[in-house]
């Protein structure tokens, strides 16, 4: 149990585009979910924190504005890059928490901006 | 602020040494300390978490400590071997809120030669 999907796993795209990363909590409800990002050779920094119905929560220095979180259902969270340039690329991985103190992480998504 | 550092940053052994990975936090008020393997380009797998009133935990050749007070955490890998190669996270909880954040720390890019 506890499995977290995420898609694309890799994707390129056209700088100036958008691009929506899902993330899926398959056999569980998560009432929380946190995206990360990880620059190549570098360790995972958090974005943000999403509940469920409510508005994210965003790190300083995260701009809500170019990183839209939406967290519609108790199984699902999506991350959407707008107007995506090259500095975006990136690792980005979601994690979902079961509990309070349970996170269960994703794939990952390998994002390419062109 | 909760920083969390790993040392070494990179590390290279012969086959069938044991080995040990340190992790350092700032803050002692945590809740649980984690740590990961992550492969090139792949999410995370978790290896062992122990909980703030733990000394430690084992799992097959893993052994992670944990000394709360003193802020660190050692992952000893026994008999090391090529598939160990990988790159190791340490992760802390911090002990406050209903929403809980996981801080990572630099890792340690590990590689066992054959």
Redesign the interface.
């Known amino acids: 149990g506890a499995v977290v999907s995420q898609h694309p796993s890799r994707v390129i795209c056209k700088s100036g585009t958008s691009v929506k990363i899902e993330c899926r909590s398959l056999d569980f409800q998560a009432t929380t979910m946190f995206w990360y990002r990880q620059f190549p050779k570098k360790s995972l920094m958090l974005m943000a924190t999403s509940n469920e119905g409510s508005k994210a929560t965003y790190e300083q220095g995260v701009e809500k504005d170019k990183f839209l979180i939406n967290h519609a259902s108790l199984t699902l969270s999506t991350l959407t890059v707008t107007s995506a340039h090259p500095e975006d690329s990136s690792f980005y991985i979601c994690s979902a928490g079961r509990a309070t103190y349970e996170q269960y992480f994703g794939p990952g998504t390998r994002l390419t901006v062109t | 602020k909760q920083e969390v550092t790993q040392i070494p940053a990179a590390l290279s052994v012969p086959e069938g040494e044991n080995l040990v990975l340190n992790c350092s936090f700032t803050d002692s008020a945590i809740?649980?300390l984690q740590w990961?393997r992550q492969d090139p380009?792949?999410?995370?797998t978790?290896l062992l978490l122990i909980q703030s009133s733990q000394r430690e935990q084992t799992s097959g050749r893993l052994n992670a400590s944990l000394d709360k007070s003193s802020g660190r955490s050692t992952l000893y890998i026994a008999a090391s071997q090529p598939g160990d190669s990988a790159t190791y996270?340490c992760?802390v909880?911090g002990d406050g809120g209903?929403?809980?954040?996981?801080?990572?720390?630099?890792?340690t890019?590990l590689a066992v030669q054959p």
């Open positions: 809740y649980n990961f380009g792949k999410g995370l978790s996270l992760a909880m209903a929403t809980n954040k996981l801080i990572f720390g630099t890792g890019l």
